[in-house]
């Protein structure tokens, strides 16, 4: 089985890499590309631009690189609920034969301070972030990291929207998924 992945992120290949083969253990060949796809999104997209970003890089990696059992997208952005912003990820995962399949993660709240941030130096998120952890000397350039501490890292949030995705594709007959 041959997964694309539509980054050139070493952490989004990796973490997919870890989330295939729990999933797909049972498969002996397993190969895990990266392609630098194309999300269209800005930088730091901001609620429906996530799943957009996510699907975009799924496309994008198809559209480029052949012979793929499945293209995978996976994107992080901003969004909106109740009145507080979130982090979250989002996944898309194209089969060769065109299905798509979604997931997305539970989102860590933005902290107060980088969202002040943002009003007070008129900046998006992503750049804000980069002067913050500039300020704060915190390297590693994790924004789930410098919110919590070290305590949680995006890879929570990008693994449980593949793995959301994946499931899809990988239950059993007698799940729901398969009915």
């Known amino acids: 089985m041959k997964f694309i992945i539509?980054?050139?992120?070493?952490?989004?290949?990796?973490?997919?890499?870890?989330?295939?083969?729990?999933?797909?253990?049972?498969?002996?060949?397993?190969e895990i590309i990266g392609y630098g796809s194309v999300s269209g999104v800005p930088n730091t997209p901001y609620d429906k631009q996530t799943f957009d970003g996510a699907r975009n890089r799924a496309l994008d990696a198809k559209a480029?690189?052949?012979?793929?059992?499945?293209?995978i997208g996976l994107e992080s952005?901003?969004?909106?609920?109740?009145?507080?912003?979130?982090?979250?990820?989002?996944?898309?995962?194209?089969?060769?034969?065109?299905?798509e399949f979604f997931g997305y993660s539970s989102g860590l709240k933005v902290p107060d301070y980088v969202l002040q941030k943002m009003n007070d130096l008129k900046m998006e998120h992503c750049?804000?972030?980069?002067?913050?952890?500039?300020?704060?000397?915190?390297?590693?350039?994790?924004?789930?990291?410098?919110?919590?501490g070290g305590m949680l890292l995006r890879e929570v949030s990008l693994e449980e929207s593949l793995r959301n995705a994946l499931i899809q594709i990988i239950s059993p007959e007698n799940s729901f998924y398969k009915q």
């Open 6 to 30: 539509g980054s050139a992120s070493s952490r989004k290949i990796d973490v997919s890499g870890k989330i295939i083969r729990e999933l797909f253990c049972t498969e002996k060949d397993i």
């Open 64 to 71: 480029h690189v052949s012979g793929g059992s499945y293209y």
């Open 77 to 99: 952005g901003l969004v909106e609920r109740y009145g507080h912003i979130y982090e979250e990820a989002w996944t898309a995962v194209i089969t060769s034969d065109n299905r």
């Open 127 to 148: 750049d804000v972030m980069t002067v913050l952890e500039d300020e704060h000397d915190i390297s590693g350039k994790d924004t789930w990291g410098s919110y919590s």
